[in-house]
């Protein structure tokens, strides 16, 4: 069964930091692109940054309101997904998902459960 | 940034209802967008893909349609499990930029 758990989650104090871990099973998850995206209580989708894959050399981007305090990372040889969140503020408390991207098509196909991170004094 | 406007907002209907969703670009995105259905508490669900291509699994009362700045999800016939949020999102440059929603509700 293709499956993305995400983990990590937790509530924390404004300027903290926090790392969500995203596992993925059953499909060959070196190969894909992976994304996070985050919904804020009550609110709609907001994507939040990209991996690409090795043959992509891993390259990443950032939503602006993310970029220099968040940063993407993979393990292929765990299968897992990283969003190291740095400097938080209370704006970033959210529900996060992890998705792959499709291969052919760039949607994303598989998305996790979500984590939800509070940052909260 | 690309901006996503999608209308309406908020759509009621009843079961066997024909429902369209629109979704703009505020600049070309070609074919490059998706549509998501969400439930209360779920993640986010792939329906469409490259603005009219039907994710497998996906019953075929889905459809999508448009290209460049237009672009629309039609449901044929409405289900009683086709009640929730919709989001288009577009791919086509970065920042991936997503729509507000429409909130499917029962009428």
């Known amino acids: 069964e293709v499956q993305l758990v995400e983990s990590g989650g937790g509530l924390v104090q404004p300027g903290g930091s926090l790392r969500l871990s995203c596992a993925a099973s059953?499909?060959?998850?070196?190969?894909?692109?992976m994304d996070w995206v985050r919904q804020a209580p009550g609110k709609g989708l907001e994507w939040v940054g990209r991996?690409?894959?090795?043959?992509?050399?891993?390259?990443?981007e950032y939503a602006a309101s993310v970029k220099g305090r968040f940063t993407i990372s993979r393990d292929d040889s765990k299968n897992s997904l990283y969003l190291q969140m740095n400097s938080l503020k209370t704006e970033d408390t959210a529900v996060y998902y992890c998705?792959?991207?499709?291969?052919?098509?760039?949607?994303?196909?598989?998305w996790g459960q979500g984590t939800t991170v509070t940052v909260s004094s | 940034d690309i901006q996503m406007t999608q209308s309406p907002s908020t759509l009621s209907a009843s079961v066997g209802d024909r429902v369209t969703i629109t979704c703009r670009a505020s600049?070309?995105?070609?074919?490059?967008l998706a549509w998501y259905q969400q439930k209360p508490g779920k993640a986010p669900n792939l329906l469409i893909y490259?603005?009219?291509t039907l994710e497998s699994g996906v019953p075929s009362r889905f459809s999508g349609s448009g290209s460049g700045t237009e672009f629309t999800l039609t449901i044929s016939s409405l289900q009683p499990d086709d009640f929730a949020t919709y989001y288009c999102?577009?791919?086509?440059?970065?920042?991936?930029?997503f729509g507000q929603g429409t909130r499917l509700e029962i009428k």
């Open positions: 998705g792959r991207v499709g291969s052919s098509h760039y949607g994303m196909d598989v």
């Open positions: 059953g499909f060959t998850f070196s190969d894909h692109y």
């Open positions: 991996t690409r894959n090795k043959a992509n050399s891993y390259t990443t």
């Open positions: 600049q070309s995105i070609s074919y490059w």
């Open positions: 490259k603005a009219s």
């Open positions: 999102q577009q791919y086509n440059s970065y920042p991936i930029t």
